[in-house]
Structure formats: C-alpha cells, structure tokens
C-alpha cells in the first residue's frame, strides 16, 4: 500500500517536469502495476500495465527490453486472474523478443521462457 501511494505520487511529478512519455515516467508507471499486482489488485494492474506497453511501444519500440519487461508484468498478472491464452501470448512476446534483443543466456530471457514454459504446461 505504500509503495502504491508512493508510485503514484512520484508518477504525477515526473509528469509534470518529465512529461507523459518520458523513460523515467513509464518506469515509475511499470512499478506501479507491479505493486498494484502484489496487493492482488490485478483489475488495476493490468489496466496499468496495458497503458504502459501502449506507451513503451510508442517511445522505445515493441522490441525494447524495458517494452518486454512490461509485456512480462502484464502476462504474471493475466495468469493470476486465469487469463492464461492472453498471459501465454505476451510471455511468449517477452521471451522472443528478450532472446532477439538480449541474447539467450541472459537472465531476463531465462525468467520469461520459465514463465511461458508454465503457463504452455497449465493452458494443456
């Protein structure tokens, strides 16, 4: 709970002097909907998190690492809310993309994979 009010409290700042796009701006966003989703607030979080990925999208592009950390969040908090066909599409997103833009071995990749890995052995 804390750490929502202070989220969201650094976010209306770094709006204001950074603007709605900045890095810096979408990162405190992206932690935002990681606490939203630890406080199983996952309505929230994944309305928050899709925002994000709209915007990292736009700002660094679909293949970004920080693009696919997001696409990340959003699949862990579509599984907790058993969506897990659109969870297993954007942690596959995550991991593809984190191999192509970071390499196999890295730690990021690994952890996505893991997650599709799981949610492929759920969803049959």
């Known amino acids: ?3 929502e009010a202070e989220d969201r409290a650094l976010i209306k700042l ?19 909907a990681q606490a939203l989703a630890h406080q199983g607030k996952y309505v929230e979080a994944e309305k928050e998190a ?15 690492p920080d693009t696919l950390r997001s696409c990340f969040e959003l699949a862990i908090c579509l599984r907790a809310q058993s969506e897990t066909q659109e969870a297993t599409a954007f942690a596959q ?17 690994k952890k996505y994979e893991q997650l599709r890995q799981q949610l492929l052995v759920k969803s049959n």
């Open 1 to 3: 709970m804390e750490a």
């Open 14 to 32: 770094q709006e204001k002097v950074l603007g709605p796009e900045h890095p810096g701006t979408l990162e405190a966003r992206c932690n935002l």
């Open 50 to 64: 899709r925002a994000v990925i709209e915007l990292r999208e736009k700002v660094l592009g679909p293949e970004h």
């Open 93 to 109: 997103r995550a991991a593809e993309g984190a191999r192509k833009a970071l390499g196999p071995e890295h730690p990021d990749t």
